[in-house]
């Protein structure tokens, strides 16, 4: 199977984690390829949903294209769930997330959710993060310190050429981070002025991921 077509196999298996309400439950949604699939299989079903909160201005077009309705997060106090993909994903639900610069809204809506549903294919499967590029979205202004932190870690900080998030700042993506505690990490680089997210999912890490393999639907919890 392509990872393609994985993809599309964990989108659809994710629309049995969306609570049973009457009306409709409201959802959160995250964002990349992996939910696209997700929000398309959404599409059929569409009366199991009243509303979605969205990480990115990208998922929010989809899901209105699709006549899905879409909330802020002001609007909402919970939700029964945040459905959304990841970059790496370790044995116990550790992620790093942001590859689509989306990491600050996403960790927003996620923080929202009683369960964080992850959705990816077996190749985001790792026993340890880092191999993928830790994004950091940063305040411009603090770019510069915040790579010379990272030096003193062990990685090499690059700002991503051309792109801004939807919060209007720019993304630094750390390289050769030995990750061995995401947890004490993620608090760390948090501390530092001018970090506005880091792409460590420790404390809002996956409940349960449904990992798209050519054997099926793998669940880990
Ligand atoms: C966006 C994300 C995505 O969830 C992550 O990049 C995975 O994307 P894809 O499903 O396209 O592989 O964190 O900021």
């Known amino acids: ?24 439950a409201v959802i959160g949604i995250g964002t990349g390829s992996t939910v696209n699939c997700f929000i398309d299989a959404l599409a059929t079903v569409k009366h199991k949903v009243r509303a979605a909160v969205s990480s990115s201005e990208a998922s929010s077009a989809r899901l209105r294209a699709h006549g899905i309705a879409v909330v802020e997060a002001s609007e909402v106090e919970r939700l029964g769930v945040y459905i959304d993909g990841a970059d790496e994903i370790d044995p116990r639900g550790f992620m790093i997330k942001g590859g689509g610069a989306a990491l600050t809204r996403e960790k ?42 990272f030096d003193f870690l062990g990685g090499t900080a690059t700002l991503r050429p051309g792109v801004m998030t939807d919060n209007g700042h720019p993304i630094l993506d750390v390289r050769g981070l030995v990750i061995t505690d995401p947890a004490a990490l993620e608090a760390e680089i948090n501390q530092w002025p001018g970090v506005v997210c880091v792409g460590i999912f420790a404390r809002h890490r996956a409940s349960v991921c449904l990992l798209g393999t050519p054997q099926g639907v793998e669940t880990l919890r």
Do not use: N, W, Y
């Not at 994710?14 to 009306?23: C, K, M, R």
């Not at 992850?118 to 915040?146: N, T, W």
């Open 1 to 24: 199977m392509t990872s393609d077509e994985l993809k599309a196999l964990v989108g659809r298996a994710a629309l049995a984690e969306i609570p049973e309400l009457p009306g409709g």
């Open 108 to 149: 927003i809506v996620a923080d929202l959710a009683d369960r964080f549903v992850c959705i990816a294919d077996a190749s985001k499967r790792v026993d340890m993060l880092g191999r993928f590029p830790l994004p950091v979205e940063v305040i411009g202004h603090a770019a510069a310190q915040i790579s010379r932190r």
